[in-house]
């Protein structure tokens, strides 16, 4: 080993000069950022191939490119989320803050999947869910914790579902009848992805058909549930979507929670984007029944100005999260609130990281208010987005915006819908390769559109005016 190297890389003083060196940089970027402009485009589009090339340079010579150099050309060769002019996929631009508490936990790294190993994270995540819980009203029972996405927190919920509602020993037995959950049509593919997971196979996954707003059609839940039954098929839970990943509709969360009531069946709410609308007191009655929830998903880092991946579990009753890996497990309810700082219990993570520092140093420092004034800001700029798309007679909406993801098309005239699909797609890749703007695409019911999720909340009506001139300009040139 060559101990120079290793003594080198862990020096102290160079450890500072790089880490101010860095900071100055971050800074210079996020005022970039902020002024907008031409000199600073949204991201810069290169080829797969060209990007593996070019990032396998370094590598192959190691020392010959300087560190504060590669972390520059990331950095302003990645995409950036603090442009007012990013608004394509379901992700916000962290407050500083927050990546600073990030770094402090990559530097501590201590894997708290049991207390001794982290203790101030331990008890951070905690604090975090109790609040979160506070404001969905579910209760002084609820508890949670962070866990590594949305995608992993649906499946640990579900998982926790089928141990506690399936009739069968399931963790110690195995699948001694067929189980299913129901979910709307238009929900997250990661809810697919979770009953293949644990292994219900396709009858395990029963989707409710939507309405023209792509909404679960909730007076089908009886029907679906009967042939469940008579099929011989255990249902154990209802998956509401708060919101779809699509269009942004949400899900009648009271209905369903009652239906859940009725039947004994869990109620997860997927609220991995819209469940962020319980901070805001002008929007915060779209997530109507989320109190009645068994499990909610909600991610900070949609719409909440946190990194990723920051996502919060709660349960209604938190002594169920101990569920999860069990089933027939008494002496876990016993030893539950004694239990709680132990965090392998409950979640997929044994080497956990400290997720829950970044949203806590928020709270701290802003308190809920921040997420208020972000949340609403963005709502009401999607409102906003649709009235101006709804003026302009060469473009249409999907739908009504309900949260901050707006589907909208330049329709032109006397086009077919095929042609139009042909159209909007080459714009959505013309505006991906110009750089000047991030916007993002969708397919409803054969029909192509452009779809922005408004997640910066210093985007301006400015922005939004010069997306759509610039769609304009690309249709016509397009089309010629």
């Avoid at 701290?364 to 409102?383: E, F, H, I, N």
Wanted: aromatic share 8%; charged share 20%; proline share 3%.
């Amino acid at each position: 080993m060559n101990t120079s190297l290793l003594e080198d890389a862990y020096e102290p003083e160079k450890f500072r000069a790089m880490g101010h060196q860095l900071i100055d940089v971050l800074a210079d970027y996020l005022a970039s950022c902020q002024a907008g402009g031409a000199a600073m485009a949204t991201n810069s589009w290169v080829e797969p191939e060209t990007a593996l090339s070019r990032w396998a340079a370094p590598i192959a010579t190691p020392g010959t490119v300087d560190s504060s150099r590669i972390l520059k050309d990331t950095l302003y060769e990645g995409v950036h989320l603090h442009h007012p002019k990013y608004m394509g996929h379901q992700i916000s631009p962290p407050i500083p803050l927050t990546a600073l508490a990030g770094l402090v936990g990559d530097w501590m790294n201590n894997g708290m999947g049991v207390y001794e190993m982290g203790i101030p994270g331990t008890a951070m995540e905690r604090v975090v869910i109790r609040k979160v819980a506070e404001q969905m009203g579910l209760g002084t029972t609820a508890d949670g914790f962070f866990t590594s996405g949305g995608t992993l927190a649906n499946t640990t919920a579900l998982l926790a579902a089928r141990s506690i509602k399936a009739k069968s020993n399931v963790w110690k037995e195995g699948h001694q009848q067929p189980l299913a959950l129901m979910v709307s049509a238009a929900a997250h593919y990661c809810v697919d992805r979770a009953v293949k997971i644990m292994g219900w196979g396709e009858q395990g996954i029963i989707k409710v058909p939507v309405d023209d707003r792509y909404k679960m059609k909730t007076d089908q839940l009886e029907i679906l549930y009967q042939a469940a039954e008579a099929a011989g098929i255990q249902v154990v839970a209802v998956v509401g979507s708060a919101c779809s990943t699509a269009t942004g509709s949400f899900d009648d969360l009271e209905a369903i929670g009652h239906f859940c009531q009725q039947k004994d069946l869990w109620f997860h709410v997927d609220g991995a984007h819209g469940a962020a609308l319980v901070f805001s007191e002008k929007y915060k009655a779209a997530l109507k029944g989320i109190e009645l929830a068994d499990s909610v998903a909600m991610d900070f880092h949609k719409m909440l100005l946190t990194p990723s991946v920051t996502t919060a579990l709660i349960f209604g009753e938190g002594q169920q999260a101990y569920h999860t890996f069990s089933q027939r497990a008494d002496y876990l309810f016993e030893q539950a609130d004694a239990e709680w700082f132990n965090l392998a219990k409950r979640t997929f993570e044994c080497t956990k990281l400290m997720i829950g520092l970044k949203a806590y140093v928020t709270l701290a420092q802003y308190g809920v208010k921040v997420w208020d004034q972000a949340v609403t800001r963005v709502m009401d700029l999607s409102r906003r987005f649709a009235e101006m798309i709804a003026s302009r007679p060469d473009f249409e909406l999907a739908l009504h915006p309900e949260c901050n993801i707006v589907c909208f098309r330049y329709r032109g005239d006397s086009l077919t819908n095929e042609a139009l699909n042909t159209l909007n797609d080459r714009i959505r890749q013309e505006i991906l390769t110009d750089g000047t703007f991030y916007i993002v695409k969708t397919l409803l019911r054969d029909t192509l559109w452009l779809r922005t999720t408004l997640a910066n909340p210093f985007t301006t009506e400015k922005e939004l005016t010069e997306l759509l001139d610039k769609v304009t300009a690309l249709a016509e040139v397009t089309a010629e």
